[in-house]
């Protein structure tokens, strides 16, 4: 992977993403990096096999999986601070201010959802399905924050139900819907501020 120029204009920190890329891949959750030279900015991972939605047929296997993924990545201790989303978000914003919705989903987010590893990308495209599991690439936004958050992923990107989500996972719907909202916002502004930059 061939760092971009402006990466960390975006949030990106990639002494922070090889430390947690080292400490899941340890864990059997992300492959193995090889080589990873943040001076010059490029990291070479271990190639994976498999694919990249499992047997298509089965839905509830590939939910299965992303559940174990998920917990498992909750556990791993990278001795990090706990992201704050709200400076995240204002990194991206023109004028640093949110809604009232916003600011009243992350006040939820902040006082009601625990606190662990996260991916925040966990999309379909950054998910591999081997055979002994599934298993995550491009950890570039990865951070101790809120494990709902990934959560919200599943249902924003994978477009599964929110209650399923909810439910498999023990959280509160409530908590996982403001999650999603927060989600969608922090999508919107990353596109919108990684089109300035001339990123995408």
Request: hydrophobic share 45%; charged share 20%; aromatic share 6%.
């Given at each position: 992977r061939?760092d ?21 891949a ?15 900015g490029?990291?070479v ?9 499992g047997?298509?047929?089965d ?13 498992k ?5 990278v ?10 978000l204002?990194r991206?914003?023109?004028d ?13 987010l ?7 590893l ?15 599991g ?10 101790v924050?809120?494990p ?50 001339h990123?995408?």
């Amino acid at each position: 992977r061939l760092d971009a120029p402006q990466a960390s204009n975006l949030g990106v920190d990639r002494a922070q993403e090889h430390l947690i890329h080292r400490a899941a891949a340890a864990k059997g959750l992300a492959p193995e990096c090889l080589v990873a030279d943040l001076e010059h900015g490029f990291m070479v991972t271990r190639f994976i096999e498999g694919g990249r939605f499992g047997k298509s047929s089965d839905a509830n296997s590939r939910l299965n999986s992303l559940h174990a993924l998920l917990l498992k990545l909750q556990e791993v201790d990278v001795g990090l601070n706990t992201l704050d989303y709200r400076s995240h978000l204002a990194r991206y914003s023109n004028d640093g201010g949110f809604s009232t919705q916003i600011s009243e989903c992350l006040d939820h987010l902040e006082t009601a959802a625990d606190v662990g590893l996260c991916h925040h990308d966990p999309s379909p495209a950054n998910v591999v399905f081997t055979a002994s599991g599934a298993c995550l690439i491009d950890w570039e936004y990865a951070a101790v924050g809120r494990p709902v958050m990934d959560l919200a992923a599943l249902v924003c990107e994978w477009k599964l139900e929110a209650n399923k989500i909810a439910m498999k996972f023990d959280v509160k719907m409530s908590l996982l819907l403001d999650a999603c909202i927060i989600y969608q916002e922090m999508c919107r502004l990353w596109e919108s501020a990684a089109r300035d930059l001339h990123m995408i």
